[in-house]
């Protein structure tokens, strides 16, 4: 989807390691540095919490500072494994792009190149967890790049939902979230580098609340000014079809 972003296609080609870097704290053991855990409860009384692991290393030339979230407390070990792996990936990337520019320096006054990586859970009921990802990097220029990663994920399975499954299974899901998008544009008066016409089958989104939010990347359809465009729809507004 993005193809302006180096770390998105990156993630894309990532492998999730079995095991988190040496020296990240898994889980928050100091209430002075980290998030003191927020328990979430879905109907069927099943608890978990959310907890804020973070990563900091320092290289030549370059600086690495991620948080991303750990789940602790989830009935199915190899779910909740499988989740956090999912998830610790951004601080790995993170890792090895920033070790990749710092060898390619023979000497660095100060750290120039940064790497950043943060998080923020949109939707957390139901067994439905959406988490987006905000990744940031300097390396050189009149600005940085930024990228968003957004997560949709069934807590019980750990299976990743996907646009279709979120809009109801509604057959004409495409064709209501184009008409949403084309009119919010001409309403919010929106600067296109070019027009839009569809949004992909792989379309970036997450949830929140009783909307979805749908968002393309820096430069994919806007300048590097307008940010990273998003538009909310209305869960009414998908229909389940009819079995």
Sequence with gaps: ?????LIKSTIASAVLATSLFAGVSTYAA??????????????????Y???????????????????????????NDKVELK?????????KMLDAQAKKVSKGLKK???NKYTYTSDYKVKYNKN??????FTNYSYEGGAHGMTDQIAYTLNTKTGKLYSLKEVAKGDPKYKEKINAIIKKQIKQRKIPLLSPFKSISNNQTFYVQGNQLVVYFGL??????????????????????PNK
């Design 1 to 5: 989807m993005n193809k302006s972003t």
């Design 30 to 47: 100091n209430p002075k540095n980290d998030q003191q855990p927020q328990t979430h409860v879905s109907k069927k009384k099943e608890s």
């Design 49 to 75: 919490s959310i907890i804020k692991s973070q990563f900091k290393k320092s290289y030549l030339g370059a600086t690495v500072k991620a948080n991303y979230p750990t789940l602790k407390g989830l009935k």
């Design 83 to 91: 989740i956090n792996q999912l998830f610790s990936k951004h601080m």
């Design 108 to 110: 660095a006054k100060k």
């Design 127 to 132: 067994g439905m967890l959406s988490v987006v």
């Design 219 to 240: 430069y994919e359809y806007t300048p590097y000014a307008a940010g990273i465009p998003e538009f909310k729809i209305p869960l009414t507004t998908f229909t389940k």
